[in-house]
């Protein structure tokens, strides 16, 4: 099969294990969890290990900055 | 106007009303579906009462005392015979009948489920998702339980026959049920081994009494619900059969009450505010007479609002209902009744229900009632919140003026002596305000209204305006008229962008039109064809400021959607500038005064040199330079093709084009405006459509059909690049009938000839306008204006001159019209270059008849599109709007909308703004350039001085008009300057 995380169009989804950093991301933006643009668990390009109320920290190119970087939560 | 004290709103809350709260805030009850008696007063206790508020002026509200015009009016109510289904909830009264029981009124839902589905609805409501889907999901589980969970109550399945009818669908025990256990105690002919049952069998089987047994088979006694299932199971039969079973609106009723709170929580209602029962009205409540004012005709006769109407409808059915029950009317009356109850109340909420006929007026128009009232483009919400008519405005037909800035806009004089500005007579502009209302309502800087401390408001009219004047004093409003320098808000449709809505300063101007500065129509996408504009004068003071600093156009010349300038020189200025700088022409002193006469350059620099008769002359490019910044340094090359360096403010060579100083992206314009500021690029954008205007009437610039015209031998070479075409065509032709015409990968044989003759055409056609081209001289207007990029295009150009080329449908060449072929002039299936739309003729030449027709065919696609385009885009726009408008940029830098989601985490990446930021694909953000210009600032005087002072304002809120000897009040005396 395919793996589509492999595929050039798709950005690197990278999972934040450590609830610190997702502490920091929040603190970063003055935002709580649920604020965050959401993902859907069954969403291809994330790692098999994410879970409903974990973060991905996503890292994609643009058109106006080199790398822009988007971090959203993982929902069922 | 009298000082409020704002309030803040803490929140509102929405939910459902108690029967009770209506009595409680009912002014009265409305009994008679009577309106006005003979003498035209309102009859009591009915639907005009008076204690619901009066529209008639001079009559009292008996309710709150006042007068019409200040009484808001009051609810009344009507108490209903019978309780009917509320419309608007018909559907959630439906998901609830559904999920709870029908004995004890509790959710059928376990302890677990239950508490999933309140976890599941308090992360949608944190998460910000739709709370109906948890319930829509909660409903469809809860409807799977065949019982009861709590009273072990079988559920009947719940049918809804829309809009407001609900039946129980329940399986009852079948008429002929002893037939049925007859037939299946029978011996199965077709099996030898079944001997059938004997009814001691069946009773044994099923532990019903013998003689019970044949009690029931006799059809004596009909078995109750465990013994026919017992016998069901035993024979192997069905003995039910489905039966209807209509819940009227006061069963509903009554189940909803014993709905506990609790259940209705897990389904996300609140039952403290919305118990499910006050979905079931009781009573109607009646809304104000205010809400629906009744209208006197000329023949005096009264016209009843449609609600009142569909009240009288309501009170009147109430009443036969009443009347009807109390005779003790037969059931099936009273439910025909109730029906005809349910309808009105139904009607009079929302009257455009599917499967409901519409209620009617006599004259059969459907009546407008509460929900026609708020939906649509002419509904209270997109109708009269989001967009209403306003006062202070006018609207006219534009016609440009070159002579204006384009900060300014032309305000014909009867404009400006009807719309007012305010102004607070003080101890320093008493004077003044007494000379305007000394100059009376007609006169141009006069005044129309005056308003007095006390708040009395005062006409001015030519009679008493000088005895007015006199008693102006401070602390007096005086409504002036617009005069110049006056901050305006312009505005053209469609407001696609935000350029569409700009500030202008006002210049008082004779005749009937706005006028407008040519270099402001790209923003407002406006020309003189008849296009007609709005104006809105500002009333306070903020909103005055506010357009002076943000929406001032010379504000608005950078375009937030491609970073570069919106507003520069167009068309005329372009051809201008290009006959002005193209081949560097030279002027005498008096020429180029001439030329520089309309700017502020009075003053002409040192001569570029002396011409062969002694006297001094000028050349184009240092008149332009003239214009620029003196310190501008600019590499950029030009739409005409040659490279344009200015070094110290000094064009030194390159061609002045819409590269340079075009609308849309003009370099010059654009550095101007970054490096320097928008007041010098809008004195820049000014003085070069002067300084165009005057150079191209200098030149003198026209276009005629002879421009278009090449040399006879030119003609020769196009037609033999036509035949060469015709010739390759018809290899092709006879390639594809024998059979040998190779297909492109992808492409059928048929697809693939079209292909190739398309493509071979239009190269004819471009080697026609190469030939065309290479016979045009450069100073050709038309060449001119296509290579500065002024108007029209090479292409243009070559259909004039050349060929007109192949016309196209859809894309393809053109194939409609007769069976296999376009017109009866052609054989069937003539593959050929002109039995297909090719236009070999030159607009100059003419078309032939049938070219003609093909051109019009083409034509008409493009109409066709460009309507189809502007109503689906208008839409899209529309909805683009709506998904769009609440997202804002934090100050974090981040993109949120108003529930704090973010939506980006840095604006567009970046975080940078467009109009801020000098880039592009192919131009990276120039940090040396950047870093050069601070550094050397950074050595000066002038910049230390700055930076020690703190940053410098610049001074873009100066009016135009601001300085001395400006005030045209004052000068009315004088008659003329002339």
Known sequence: MVNVTDHELVPDHELLDDPEAVEEVLAEYNVSKTDLPRIKRTDPALPDEAEPGDVVKIVRESRTTDQAIVYRLVIS | ?978
Request: proline share 5%.
């Open chain 2, 1 to 978: 106007m009298s000082m409020q004290t704002p309030k803040q709103l803490g929140g509102i809350s929405f939910g459902l009303m108690d029967p009770e709260t209506y009595r409680d805030m009912s002014a009265t009850k409305v009994i008679t579906a009577d309106t006005y008696d003979d003498d035209g007063y309102p009859i009591d206790m009915g639907l005009m009462d008076p204690r619901l508020g009066v529209i008639d002026p001079g009559l009292e509200c008996r309710t709150c005392g006042s007068h019409s015009g200040s009484c808001n009016g009051h609810f009344g109510h009507i108490e209903l015979a019978a309780p009917v289904i509320h419309v608007g909830f018909t559907k959630l009264i439906r998901r609830l009948l559904r999920s709870t029981c029908r004995e004890c009124g509790r959710l059928a839902l376990e302890e677990h489920e239950r508490e999933e589905f309140s976890d599941r609805y308090e992360r949608a409501r944190e998460l910000g998702d739709d709370q109906t889907d948890v319930l829509k999901a909660a409903v469809r589980q809860a409807r799977k339980a065949s019982t009861c969970p709590f009273c072990g109550e079988p559920q009947a399945d719940i049918k809804h026959e829309k809009p407001t009818t609900y039946y129980e669908v329940q399986d009852v025990l079948s008429g002929e049920y002893s037939e049925r256990i007859a037939e299946a105690m029978q011996p199965d002919p077709d099996d030898e081994d079944d001997t059938g049952t004997t009814p001691s069998e069946l009773a044994d089987e099923t532990g019903i009494a013998l003689d019970r047994i044949n009690d029931i088979m006799a059809g004596e006694f009909r078995p109750r619900d465990e013994d026919r299932r017992a016998i069901e199971r035993a024979l192997d039969v069905d003995l039910t059969e489905e039966d209807m079973n209509k819940l009227m609106p006061s069963d509903v009723r009554d189940w909803f009450e014993d709905i506990p709170d609790g259940d209705l929580e897990v389904l996300g209602i609140d039952a403290e505010n919305s118990r499910p029962e006050w979905m079931i009205l009781t009573v109607l409540p009646v809304p104000p007479v205010t809400t629906r004012p009744s209208i006197t005709l000329d023949n005096g006769q009264r016209s009843e609002d449609d609600l009142t109407h569909k009240l009288v409808d309501i009170i009147r059915i109430n009443q036969r209902f009443m009347e009807n029950r109390e005779a003790g009317a037969p059931q099936l009356i009273i439910e025909d009744l109730w029906e005809l109850l349910q309808y009105h109340v139904t009607t009079f909420i929302d009257n455009e229900i599917s499967g409901t006929p519409p209620a009617r007026h006599r004259s059969g128009r459907p009546l407008k009632t509460l929900s026609q009232r708020l939906k649509g483009k002419e509904g209270r919400f997109r109708g009269s919140l989001s967009g209403k008519r306003v006062n202070f405005s006018a609207r006219t037909v534009i016609s440009p003026d070159p002579t204006l800035s384009l900060n300014e806009v032309g305000v014909p004089d009867r404009v400006a002596t009807e719309m007012t500005q305010t102004l607070n007579v003080t101890e320093r502009n008493v004077e003044e305000a007494r000379q305007y209302v000394h100059n009376g309502p007609e006169a141009h800087p006069g005044a129309n209204y005056v308003r007095r401390p006390d708040g009395r408001r005062l006409k001015v009219t030519e009679k008493n305006c000088e005895e007015l004047a006199e008693k102006v004093e401070e602390g007096w409003e005086v409504n002036r008229h617009l005069i110049d320098g006056d901050i305006v808000i312009f505005n053209r449709q469609p407001s696609l962008h935000r350029m569409s809505i700009m500030a202008h300063e006002v210049v008082v101007m004779p005749y009937k039109t706005f006028r407008l500065n040519t270099t402001v129509c790209p923003p407002y996408n406006a020309d003189f064809d008849g296009d007609e504009m709005n104006m809105h004068a500002l009333q306070n003071e903020e909103a005055r400021a506010e357009a002076r600093v943000l929406m001032r156009v010379q504000e608005q010349i950078l375009s937030p959607r491609f970073g570069e300038n919106i507003i520069g020189a167009i068309q005329d200025h372009i051809s201008g500038t290009y006959l002005l700088t193209h081949t560097n022409p030279e002027f005498t002193e008096t020429q180029a005064l001439d030329l520089l006469r309309a700017t502020r350059v009075d003053e002409l620099p040192e001569p570029d040199g002396i011409d062969d008769d002694g006297t001094e002359y000028w050349t184009g490019r240092s008149l332009f330079s003239e214009l620029l910044p003196d310190d501008l340094e600019l590499e950029f090359t030009s739409s005409t093709g040659d490279d344009v360096v200015i070094e110290n403010g000094q064009l030194v060579e390159g061609t002045i084009d819409e590269d340079a100083v075009g609308a849309f992206g003009g370099d010059v314009v654009d550095t101007i405006t970054k490096v320097y500021s928008e007041t010098r690029a809008r004195v820049f954008i000014n003085e070069v459509a002067a300084l165009a205007m005057r150079a191209i009437m200098h030149f003198g610039f026209s276009i005629g059909i002879d421009d278009e015209s090449i040399p006879p031998e030119a003609e020769e070479q196009v037609d033999e690049a036509i035949d060469n075409a015709y010739d390759h065509i018809e290899e092709l032709i006879e390639t594809y009938e024998a059979g040998e015409l190779e297909s492109l990968p992808g492409r059928t044989v048929d697809e693939t000839l079209e292909m190739k003759i398309m493509q071979t055409l239009g190269k004819a056609r471009d080697s026609a306008g190469e030939i065309a081209d290479q016979h045009f001289g450069d100073d050709n207007p038309a060449v001119v204006m296509a290579r500065s990029g002024a108007r029209g295009s090479m292409l243009n150009l070559t259909q004039m001159a050349g060929c007109v080329g192949q016309q196209a449908v859809r894309g393809e060449r053109i194939n409609r019209g007769y069976e296999d072929r376009t017109l009866s002039h052609y054989q069937p299936n003539d593959l050929s270059a002109e039995a297909h739309g090719f236009v070999e003729n030159s607009y100059r030449a003419g078309l032939t008849p049938r070219e003609f027709f093909f051109h019009a065919m083409g034509g008409r696609e493009g109409l066709v599109d460009t309507a189809v385009r502007t109503s689906k885009s208008g839409y899209l726009q529309r909805r683009l709007i709506n998904a769009l408008s609440e997202l804002e940029a934090q100050y974090d830098g981040s993109v949120r909308d108003t529930s704090g989601t973010v939506v980006q985490f840095e604006f567009g990446e970046d975080g940078t703004s467009p109009i801020k930021v000098s880039s592009s694909e192919d131009n990276d953000i120039e940090v040396d350039r950047i870093a050069d210009r601070v550094l050397t600032a950074e050595f000066e005087d002038d910049a230390e001085k700055e930076e020690f002072l703190g940053r410098k304002q610049r001074p873009t809120n100066i009016s135009e008009h601001a300085g001395p000897g400006l005030n045209k009040a004052q000068g009315l005396g004088v008659d003329s300057d002339d």
